[in-house]
């Protein structure tokens, strides 16, 4: 079972199938808190397998909680019984903490929990690829830097950045790499804050350092599918397809349509139901509407996968997930 091929499949035309970032949802079927899964891995291999078993999606995704890696590094972790663990503070703030931060051994924090999530998730799902997740360089920079703090050191202090994203470089591919060794099919790379930075800006704090990542990581049996919900998307697709992916997953915040109509023909893209809105908001009669009106757009493209924006939120409505599945698979 080859995860480049099982993505191809997946976006032939008239044959469509779904890989939606679905996770922690199966907290309700498997009556926990957030908090309770996301430090237990046995839990999360559960949720895979649940997931797995339950939904025809292509492939069975870890977590997506993009506080893991910052954690690792020392940065503090807010956790609550409904909502994906959020990072507040600022664990990096002149050229002197930068400096001084250390990178972190595989063993810091929660992330040895989560290679072992995988790990076991891939010894119960044989169907199925297991696809790992993991934050982007830039994003993870901005965890430890401060989400907003980190845009004016952009300007201020470059280097600052750089010495920064480095590290976080670093440790993703040691990260990454762990998730390969432990039996994951492949991992989604999360890069949500390069979506808010200009083209130019992004080529010079995000793209350099994904692409190490990628290169790092993926070959002929692994396959890194790069995720950017950022409006600015458009605007640098050059940049990003030059990222050389194996496929690319879009948020809702741009039009996919026109995205398809830019994208060359061997690129795979996947997204863009709208997680909150849809998902979570709306009626079964809602999602399916806008899941039909996202085939009848771009289900003629033979390099196009449906999929949600983002990660599905926890308190998602099954209703409305069985919905999205079933609109896909007419």
């Known amino acids: 079972m080859n995860v480049h091929q099982v993505l191809r499949d997946a976006a032939r035309v008239g044959r469509k199938k779904a890989l939606p970032i ?122 430890l830097m401060d989400v907003t703090e980190v845009m004016y050191l952009c300007y201020d202090e470059p280097e600052t950045v750089h010495t920064v994203l480095e590290k976080a470089t670093q440790y993703l591919i040691a990260y990454g790499q762990a998730m390969k060794d432990a039996g994951a099919d492949g991992v989604v790379m999360a890069e949500p804050l390069a979506g808010i930075l200009s083209p130019e800006m992004a080529e010079e704090f995000s793209m350099p350092y994904a692409k190490r990542i990628i290169d790092a990581l993926q070959d002929e049996d692994f396959a890194v599918l790069y995720h950017n919900c950022g409006n600015s998307v458009p605007q640098m697709l050059d940049s990003i397809y030059a990222l050389g992916a194996a496929a690319y997953h879009f948020g809702n915040a741009i039009d996919m349509e026109a995205v398809m109509k830019a994208t060359p023909s061997d690129v795979l893209v996947l997204g863009n139901v709208d997680p909150a809105g849809q998902f979570a908001g709306s009626s079964v009669m809602s999602i399916t509407t806008a899941t039909r009106e996202l085939l009848r757009k771009c289900g003629g493209y033979a390099n196009f996968i449906p999929s949600s924006g983002c990660d599905i939120p926890a308190h998602a409505k099954w209703e409305n997930i069985n919905a999205f599945f079933q609109a896909v698979e007419g």
């Open 22 to 143: 679905l996770s922690f949802p199966a907290t309700q079927k498997l009556g926990v808190t957030v908090e309770e899964l996301v430090h237990s891995a046995d839990l999360q291999a559960q949720a895979m397998e649940l997931i797995a078993r339950e939904t025809p999606t292509i492939a069975a995704v870890s977590l997506m909680d993009l506080s893991v890696e910052a954690e690792a590094f020392g940065a503090q972790v807010r956790f609550s019984a409904g909502e994906v663990p959020a990072i507040i503070g600022q664990l990096v703030s002149d050229e002197d903490e930068a400096n001084a931060l250390s990178i972190p051994p595989l063993t810091a924090g929660r992330a040895s929990l989560c290679v072992e999530a995988v790990r076991m998730a891939k010894q119960r799902i044989s169907d199925k690829p297991v696809l790992a997740g993991i934050i982007g360089p830039y994003s993870l920079a901005g965890r």
